[in-house]
């Protein structure tokens, strides 16, 4: 039995998305050392962080903790999901072998702040293995390590990412799936809406998602006058309710994905989108293009630019054919790169390389 703990903010969906593939290895025990939040599964133990302040320095505080953890679990290897917070973890505990994951943010953020890139160089020199979800994530780590960098991305369950045949009415419905932050650009992709609105009354606009400027956006589609064509859905953790999630993501005709930042370096629900064999405007920044093919799959538009995005709009609003074409072609590209069952494979396979256990 390989024993693994896994170092991640278990709060995080796609954290629980690894937490979950593994766990359902036979061979594998999973222990999850996180703070305690978000969905837990029956296969795997979970230890606690403390929260002392309720911010980054938590991190520095629980080292000991973490480390009278990895003693009372002795495992065969330690895995820290993104770099600078659980990494920090995982490197200070000194315990070998140490696999680093970097995400986005702490690739490409975290090492403007001097302090912050000698703690990640720090970190990545104690690792016996370092991975990435993307390959522009690739390249920008290589200023941080001269280890070797595997490339495992976070893909979807292609049998379980399927549209489904829902009952339609004559609405062409717009949906994303954001985290209502600034970073994501969900007020670019109002303001393009309420102008393809002015053309088009047969359009809706279905955000998934919360987060601080939830009632900024929902005052914005009021002065914008289009908030009775906007449904601002909330949070809806697929893990938890996948039926919901998945049933809407199928009622969607376009996604849209439109983050302001290169640190968003891969896109999970772009992938997801284009699963569903749906049509993508997304942003040409950090990875998105590498999981939107431009003219292919969907379009790429410059970030902040809702006039450009308010164009992609109506070519896909006016041409059903194209929507059907670029969804299929999203479809195969997501078989072809992004089968999620591959992915954890690959990771498992690394798991068995620095470990040397190879019975699983």
């Not at 896909?316 to 997501?334: H, Y």
């Amino acid at each position: 039995m390989l024993k693994v703990v896994i170092l991640g903010e278990n709060g995080s969906v796609h954290i629980q998305k690894w937490v979950k593939a593994i766990s359902e290895f036979e061979k594998i025990e999973l222990h999850v050392i996180s703070f305690d939040r978000g969905v837990k599964f029956d296969k795997v133990t979970y230890h606690p962080l403390k929260i002392y302040f309720n911010n980054k320095l938590d991190f520095f505080f629980n080292t000991r903790i973490v480390r009278r953890y990895l003693r009372l679990i002795n495992p065969d290897l330690i895995h820290a999901h993104y770099a600078t917070s659980y990494g920090y973890l995982g490197a200070r505990a000194n315990f070998h072998p140490f696999v680093i994951t970097g995400w986005g943010a702490d690739i490409f953020d975290s090492p403007k702040n001097v302090l912050m890139k000698q703690l990640l160089i720090s970190s990545f020199k104690q690792a016996d293995a370092v991975t990435v979800l993307s390959k522009i994530t690739k390249t920008e780590i290589s200023k941080l390590t001269n280890k070797n960098v595997t490339l495992i991305p976070f893909g979807v369950d292609i049998e379980k990412f399927k549209k489904r045949d829902l009952a339609k009415d004559n609405f062409i419905r717009i949906g994303t799936v954001r985290t209502l932050s600034e970073k994501y650009g969900v007020e670019f992709l109002i303001r393009a809406f309420s102008i393809v609105c002015k053309r088009h009354d047969n359009i809706k606009l279905e955000i998934v998602g919360d987060g601080p400027l939830r009632s900024f956006l929902e005052s914005l589609a009021k002065e914008l006058g289009v908030f009775d064509k906007v449904t601002f859905h909330g949070y809806v953790n697929q893990n938890a309710d996948f039926e919901k999630y998945i049933n809407l993501m199928s009622s969607f005709d376009v996604f849209a994905i439109l983050s302001i930042l290169d640190s968003e370096t891969f896109g999970v629900a772009a992938v997801e989108a284009s699963s569903c064999s749906l049509p993508i405007i997304a942003t040409d920044v950090g990875g998105l293009p590498e999981v939107v093919q431009n003219n292919e799959t969907g379009f790429l538009v410059p970030p902040k630019d809702f006039i450009a995005t308010a164009n992609a709009l109506e070519t896909l609003i006016l041409d059903e054919s194209l929507r059907i074409k670029m969804g299929l072609q999203g479809r195969l590209k997501v078989e072809n790169e992004y089968f999620w069952k591959n992915n954890v494979n690959k990771m498992v396979n690394l798991y068995k390389d620095i470990s040397g256990y190879n019975n699983i």
